[in-house]
């Protein structure tokens, strides 16, 4: 339940949440480019690179198979890779700002 006391401007212009928030969307941007990336190499091997996707490495298994089923992969790397760093750096930096809130440190 939300409080109504907060006041949100000056969290919002508190230089610790302005730091996460500047962190994380560089780190999330990265993370956005990568995936976006990652992803349409598939369709664009699959159009311009066919004689790459069609060899086969097991019976009927071949590369664009592999690669195709290497986006589920990547794709539960990078949610790793967000719940790690989230947990590391952006929850404890959370933390402080709520800390400082609480404290009544910042009205």
């Not at 298994?61 to 790397?77: D, H, I, K, Q, R």
């Not at 959370?94 to 910042?106: A, D, R």
């Amino acid at each position: 339940m939300s409080n109504p006391n907060i006041n949100w401007a000056a969290i919002d212009t508190n230089p610790k949440f302005q730091a996460l928030h500047r962190k994380k969307l560089f780190f999330l941007w990265g993370l956005m480019i990568f995936s976006i990336i990652y992803y349409f190499m598939l369709p664009i091997g699959a159009a311009y690179f066919q004689d790459l996707f069609k060899i086969k490495v097991w019976g009927v298994v071949n590369v664009g198979l592999l690669f195709a089923l290497s986006e589920f992969v990547v794709a539960w790397t990078i949610a790793f890779v967000y719940s790690r760093k989230a947990n590391r750096e952006f929850d404890s930096m959370t933390q402080e700002i709520v800390n400082e809130l609480n404290s009544g440190s910042m009205k």
